[in-house]
């Protein structure tokens, strides 16, 4: 029995439902993947080559004239791992936040649980993650650094940055539908945010007053406790726990106004 | 099964749009309601559908079709009201919805299907009728940007012709694709209705309508103007809807007419006289005209124009059998009433114009040309010309003809 509600009106139906819907999910997911690189010259290549140009480009910089303190990791290394993750993020976030207003027939001529649009945006930007990833296993072989018994922890700020990204997404394609300066804004949120995340230089260069606030960012979190986990270094507890607690808290917020905000898609998109 | 209960659709013009975030910062500081006005798009729409009821909904532009189905479809939700629908629900207000032009033919068979919420064991087990549906057998791993649009359509439209809903929700889909892919998309649509199936459709084909449909839900401006049985719903929205009614009666002192005779009225009816705008295609109709002629010194000659809705002339009659052919008419008011054959017109409108003329030396009197109009409708009991098809049928007439099939030996 479907029931059709006033809009505002309580319902549950909507969380439920993605369960139900989990094979769109998946073909939208596929979808996204497909359509990525295709009508590209170098196709797929592209997914190896954003992590390995950067990772150059911070190193040429950072092993110069300046240069970050890494402990026992090699700078690329360090750079790239780093780079791993937030590149992830930034395509996931970027992809998802415009993921609406790309597929504005898909809200205005049918009805499937909303959610489904900016998660499956996310979910594609994993595939460049395993390419990023791919291109970190060389390198470590490359420098001789075999990763640590803790490695087996990495997949955990994986999953944080999955959902940081989700949740992000989430909020980002809510707020774009209503206000297309979201299109304007997210080039330079993500700007601002890769700099404000230990990518390119370690969190233990922040005083440790300042580091926690500094976490609230889960993207700290999240690649410092990545590089911990593949380094064998000591992993920092109140600098991660910050980042999960802050990444949850950013999910219940994006589901929020997602919520308030998806009964109107269909009529403003 | 489908109930609506006081189901309601506002949308706030010039306030709820897209905006940007000056915008909205600037309402919230000034407090001032930007100039908001609400058009009630659904206003109280109550109705039931039972199972297995084919209910077509119709209405002028504007008067809340799209809007009923999208709420129906749960597309947008309703202001105030609420509906149940019992059973899977697959709506249609576009085929091809999600279509990827980068994707196979395949690929976006397993897309789309998702998307019209198919389950991925349910497309995998039609996969094979789809694409033979389809007649896309060759392409099938090519993008669907190489396709021709016939071939876009028929993909899209076979997609959704194996979706397997216990009520189907249709927008128009018709009024898309050639001549056979409509024949396809109706003769889909009445097997569906036929398995007993719930199906709310709607269109500006009357003929689709009236062939489909046994129920036709009248919208005028949100609200339902009238519920009921499709010929009687049709008859009341035709007679409405155009200012070319069944009927159309001058005022005395706008009758169209010179100083020999006036046009007072002309009007279409059934075979017991009564007025009707819709007609069934194997009953006679009859168009009368009545004219007072005012001077009695010419022979005069009724005629009446007979067009489809491509305004191609379908024929042209005249009064030949009169007494007063040859002879000058006395004055007075006449009724002049032809009688045109069942399975003869085509389905769909027809537009009547209507003459009175003299002949030697030509000279015409007055002409009413689109003076009333009427739909032929085809019910499709199987005893018309149609017969047992469906699907649009070309032509201009539709004689019911005689034939001889002998075997050879």
Redesign the interface.
């Known amino acids: 029995m479907t029931r059709i509600l006033p809009r505002g009106a309580f319902s549950v139906q909507g969380l439920t439902e993605i369960w139900a819907y989990r094979e769109l999910l998946y073909f939208l997911t596929l979808r996204d993947i497909k359509v990525r690189y295709k009508q590209t010259l170098i196709g797929v290549a592209w997914a190896i080559l954003q992590p390995v140009v950067s990772t150059v480009i911070f190193s040429l910089i950072f092993t110069g004239w300046a240069r970050f303190e890494t402990g026992d990791t090699p700078y690329p290394l360090f750079a790239m791992c780093g780079l791993t993750l937030w590149l992830f993020n930034q395509n996931a976030v970027s992809i998802s936040s415009s993921s609406f207003v790309n597929n504005t027939n898909f809200v205005t001529k049918v009805y499937f649980p909303r959610l489904i649009v900016p998660l499956a945006s996310t979910f594609a930007a994993l595939f460049d993650l395993l390419f990023s990833i791919a291109v970190l296993a060389v390198m470590m072989a490359y420098y001789r650094v075999a990763p640590s018994a803790s490695a087996v922890a990495a997949p955990l700020f994986l999953l944080i940055a999955l959902v940081s990204a989700a949740a992000m997404g989430i909020l980002l394609s809510a707020l774009n539908v209503r206000f297309r300066d979201v299109k304007f804004a997210v080039p330079f949120l993500l700007q601002v945010w890769m700099i404000a995340s230990p990518v390119f230089y370690p969190a233990s260069m922040i005083s440790a007053k300042w580091r926690l606030v500094f976490a609230v960012n889960p993207m700290t979190g999240v690649v410092e406790g990545f590089r911990a986990a593949l380094f064998g270094m000591p992993f920092d507890w109140a600098v991660i726990g910050v980042s999960a607690a802050s990444t949850l808290a950013l999910l219940i917020i994006s589901l929020i106004i997602f919520g308030r905000m998806e009964d109107d898609f269909a009529d403003i998109i | 099964m489908i109930k609506a209960r006081e189901l309601t659709k506002e949308?706030v013009l010039g306030g709820?749009?897209?905006?940007?975030?000056?915008d909205?910062l600037t309402a919230l500081v000034k407090r001032k309601a930007v100039d908001r006005k609400i058009l009630r798009a659904l206003d109280g729409v109550s109705f039931e559908i039972s199972e297995g009821e084919t209910v077509g909904i119709i209405g002028g532009n504007g008067a809340g079709k799209s809007t009923l189905l999208?709420?129906?479809?749960?597309?947008?939700?309703?202001?105030?009201?609420?509906?149940?629908?019992?059973g899977r629900?697959g709506?249609l207000?576009?085929v091809g919805?999600?279509f990827?032009n980068?994707?196979s033919g395949r690929?976006n068979i397993?897309?789309n299907g998702?998307?019209?919420?198919m389950?991925?064991s349910e497309i995998d087990a039609r996969f094979d009728e789809i694409v033979a549906f389809s007649e896309i057998e060759k392409f099938l791993d090519t993008p669907v940007k190489h396709y021709s649009s016939g071939m876009y359509m028929r993909l899209a439209f076979s997609i959704a012709a194996h979706l397997d809903p216990e009520v189907l929700i249709v927008d128009e889909v018709l009024a898309v694709g050639d001549m056979a892919f409509q024949k396809k998309c109706l003769g889909k649509m009445r097997t569906i209705g036929e398995s007993g199936r719930t199906v709310l459709f709607v269109s500006h084909d009357m003929s689709a309508i009236s062939r489909l449909c046994s129920r036709a839900i009248w919208l005028k401006s949100g609200k339902v103007a009238a519920d009921g049985e499709t010929r009687e719903v049709l008859d009341a929205y035709l007679h409405e809807q155009s200012q070319t009614g069944a009927e159309h009666i001058w005022e005395k002192a706008d009758r169209p007419g010179d100083d020999t005779a006036k046009l007072n009225s002309v009007r279409v009816t059934d075979r017991d006289g009564e007025t009707t705008a819709i007609i069934d295609i194997r009953q006679r109709v009859y168009v009368e005209m009545e004219y007072e002629v005012l001077k009695d010194d010419k022979p005069l000659v009724p005629n009446l124009h007979f067009f489809n809705e491509q305004n191609v002339c379908i024929f042209v009659t005249h009064d030949w059998g009169s007494e007063w052919r040859h002879r000058a008419r006395p004055r007075g008011t006449y009724t002049s009433r032809v009688e045109i054959p069942g399975n003869f017109l085509a389905e769909g409108s027809i537009y009547v114009g209507a003459a009175l003329t003299t002949y030697q030396p030509l000279d015409v009197h007055f002409v009413e040309w689109d003076a009333v109009r009427f739909t032929v409708a085809d019910s499709l009991d199987g005893d018309s010309a149609r017969g047992d098809y469906a699907g649009t049928m070309p032509g201009i007439v539709r004689p019911v003809l005689h034939w001889d099939t002998e075997a050879a030996g």
């Open positions: 949308y709820a749009a897209t905006t940007s975030i000056r909205a999208k709420v129906l479809s749960r597309i947008t939700k309703p202001t105030y009201g609420a509906a149940e629908i019992a629900v709506s207000l576009e919805t999600g990827h980068e994707l690929e397993y897309l998702a998307i019209l919420g389950r991925r």
